[in-house]
């Protein structure tokens, strides 16, 4: 049996769920990893999905005491909810895209096993993400505590009137704001949502969060990027059926004067690419921009 990489011993797999088909794949990267010298977990609700035998199952925080790695087969939303899972306990991440390029799940897989064996055995670029966490606040007490890899977001009910939402930073006054929402979120969330919104596009490794106003009734109301030391609170001054939630995976339902204290979270988490992997052609591929493959059109 060949010997392992020494830094990764135990590997845990997280899968998308009802995937057509994902069974032969995951077969292969199990096949894979043993043979590689790997030991193998299933996280528990892949467990239970998929039913493999002589496989442990394991939860969330088993997976942070024991694993040295997971691999994530499946999209970024599936990425989303096992990266706020795991950021306490630091354990790298590896995203294998099942259908179309994620941010996050950037390994095709097609060639996935030849990729895998150059990360695993030590030739990888690590990069490290921000977080979010945000506390709802209601008559002094906490109701709700969130985390967000992508963005934390207050908004309206679908067949609601605007809110309007007092926003204040490091305990300043900026803004009352009569909108659909607000979205706050780190750079990784800035090609989510934000973007969509209208935000900037911000570089994964800027410290920054983003507050991008989704269709706000004054046009005078602009996105912003604030530095990641600070904390922001949002208060619901008047609205129906506000709600605020984190990544878009778990929310909390706000009446008038609850407010969201978002900061920056003291967890972060650590994305594994391959070593010819850049954040640009990423940009690029999902976003469509135009490529000179002849060099025609370039700079010199």
């Known amino acids: 049996m060949p010997a392992t990489h020494a830094k990764f011993q135990t590997i845990a797999l997280v899968i998308r769920q009802n995937t057509d088909g994902i069974e032969e794949s995951v077969a292969s990267v199990v ?33 942070g005491e024991h694993a040295d790695a997971a691999i994530v087969m499946g999209g970024d939303g599936t990425m989303l909810g096992i990266a706020r899972q795991l950021a306490p306990y630091d354990v790298p991440l590896i995203g294998i895209n099942q259908g179309r390029l994620g941010f996050m799940t950037d390994i095709p897989q097609d060639g996935m096993l030849e990729v895998l064996a150059k990360i695993l055995g030590g030739s990888y670029k690590a990069e490290r993400r921000t977080l979010l966490e945000g506390h709802v606040m209601r008559d002094e007490e906490t109701i709700h505590v969130g985390m967000a890899v992508n963005d934390v977001v207050v908004s309206r009910g679908a067949g609601a009137g605007m809110a309007e939402l007092r926003v204040e930073v490091d305990g300043h006054f900026m803004y009352n704001q009569r909108s659909d929402g607000l979205i706050i979120a780190t ?16 570089h994964p490794s800027l410290g920054g969060i983003v507050l991008v106003p989704i269709a706000p009734h004054a046009l ?34 706000l009446i008038a004067q609850d407010r969201v204290i978002i ?20 940009l690029r591929e999902k976003l469509h921009w135009n490529e000179y493959p002849s060099g025609e059109g370039k700079l010199h």
């Open 31 to 63: 096949d894979f990893l043993r043979q590689s010298g790997h030991k193998v977990v299933l996280e528990e609700q892949t467990a239970a999905h998929l039913q493999l035998p002589g496989i442990a199952a394991m939860n969330a925080a088993e997976i």
């Open 187 to 202: 750079p990784t969330g800035s090609t989510a949502y934000a973007l969509s919104a209208g935000g900037p596009l911000l």
């Open 220 to 253: 005078s109301n602009r996105p912003i990027v604030l530095p990641e030391s600070s904390e922001i609170v949002v208060e619901i001054v008047r609205g129906r059926d506000i709600s605020v939630n984190f990544d878009m995976q778990t929310f909390a339902s």
């Open 263 to 282: 900061r920056r979270s003291p967890h972060t988490i650590t994305f594994l690419h391959p070593d010819n992997w850049s954040y640009y052609n990423t």
